[in-house]
């Protein structure tokens, strides 16, 4: 029995595809907050949650090919619970923090602004994917499920890895 109908599906995949790129645009168009409180540890945060990700994204992978259907949708679950986790500390720290600039030279800055640019593209095209796939799966439409999962998983990994990456290449370069 689905879990969702499609008229609902329809709603969760449409409302949340356009409010949460225009909540990342508002944010880096209108001046922070000042506050008083450490935010600091956000970036390293995002990083483990975005780690986390990633390893339960494979770990889901082996589950579904291993014919363990259920332990694959918990660990799916756990994904999308840990993705809205990170978007929701990612709009926290960039409300209260300015953006950090890269330092880094030559080819590096070249690297890092690649991995950057691909990262936050591939962000905002994976998250109708991932809805897309996860209501396709809680209203029953395996088939369709599948197919598009065999896009979304390696997107949805590029974005969880990078994430980390952009982390690694820029924290030297936090005040």
């Given at each position: 029995?689905?879990?969702?109908?499609?008229?609902?599906?329809?709603?969760?995949?449409v409302?949340?595809?356009?409010a949460?790129?225009?909540?990342?645009?508002?944010?880096?168009?209108?001046?922070?907050?000042?506050?008083?409180?450490d935010f600091?540890?956000?970036?390293?945060?995002?990083?483990?949650?975005?780690?986390?990700t990633?390893?339960?994204?494979?770990?889901?992978?082996?589950?579904?090919?291993?014919?363990?259907?259920?332990?694959?949708?918990k660990?799916?679950?756990?994904a999308?619970?840990?993705?809205?986790?990170?978007?929701?500390?990612?709009?926290?720290?960039?409300?209260?923090?300015?953006?950090?600039?890269?330092?880094?030279?030559?080819?590096?800055?070249?690297v890092?602004?690649?991995i950057l640019?691909?990262h936050?593209l591939?962000?905002?095209?994976?998250?109708?994917?991932?809805?897309?796939?996860a209501?396709?799966a809680?209203?029953d439409?395996?088939?369709?499920?599948?197919?598009?999962a065999?896009?979304?998983?390696?997107?949805?990994?590029?974005?969880?890895?990078?994430?980390?990456?952009?982390?690694?290449?820029?924290?030297?370069?936090?005040?």
């Amino acid at each position: 029995m689905p879990v969702l109908t499609d008229k609902q599906g329809k709603g969760i995949i449409v409302g949340a595809s356009i409010a949460i790129p225009l909540v990342v645009i508002v944010l880096y168009l209108i001046p922070g907050v000042e506050t008083d409180r450490d935010f600091t540890v956000l970036p390293l945060f995002n990083a483990i949650v975005n780690g986390a990700t990633s390893l339960i994204l494979v770990a889901a992978l082996w589950a579904v090919k291993s014919g363990r259907v259920e332990l694959h949708k918990k660990l799916m679950g756990t994904a999308l619970v840990l993705s809205v986790l990170f978007l929701l500390s990612y709009v926290t720290y960039h409300y209260v923090s300015e953006s950090t600039p890269y330092g880094g030279e030559g080819t590096m800055r070249a690297v890092y602004y690649f991995i950057l640019i691909t990262h936050v593209l591939l962000a905002v095209a994976i998250v109708p994917l991932v809805l897309i796939t996860a209501v396709r799966a809680l209203t029953d439409k395996i088939e369709k499920h599948k197919k598009i999962a065999r896009i979304t998983w390696p997107l949805w990994f590029y974005v969880t890895v990078t994430g980390v990456i952009v982390y690694i290449m820029i924290s030297p370069y936090y005040a």
